[in-house]
């Protein structure tokens, strides 16, 4: 299984960025994917993550409705478009899969290579 990431970048406080993470190989179209973060001296936080089949969610509180994520499951792809960025979200977001949300949500199986994401105040 490989997880290739796209997006991130640098925005002013208030801008917004969408992250994509395509999955390929086996079971490709059957995992949850999700998006976790790590700032610099914390730990690695979930942020938002979607069942394979798009019907169920999970987000951290600090998402508080800025951020959405959907899939494109034609294409095996998933997104998360983040809006209302602040300073606070400054971190490397990475995607991750595993076959249920649950299951994602503790401990994912595969790990996308990371997106440095940077909002400036």
């Known amino acids: 299984v490989q997880l290739v990431e796209s997006g991130g970048g640098c925005v002013p406080a208030g801008g917004s960025l969408r992250l994509s993470c395509t999955v390929s190989?086996?079971?490709?179209?059957?995992?949850?994917v999700g998006w976790f973060r790590q700032a610099p001296g914390r730990d690695r936080e979930l942020v938002q993550a979607?069942?394979?089949?798009?019907?169920?969610?999970s987000s951290a509180d600090f998402v508080r409705g800025r951020f959405t994520i959907f899939r494109d499951s034609a294409n095996n792809t998933a997104f998360l478009q983040m809006n209302a960025l602040e300073p606070e979200d400054t971190a490397v977001y990475y995607c991750?899969?595993?076959?249920?949300?649950?299951?994602?949500?503790?401990?994912?199986?595969?790990w996308g290579q990371g997106a440095q994401v940077t909002v400036s105040s």
């Open positions: 190989g086996h079971f490709a179209s059957h995992y949850a």
């Open positions: 979607i069942a394979s089949r798009g019907g169920s969610t």
């Open positions: 991750a899969v595993r076959l249920t949300l649950q299951t994602l949500i503790r401990r994912p199986a595969y």
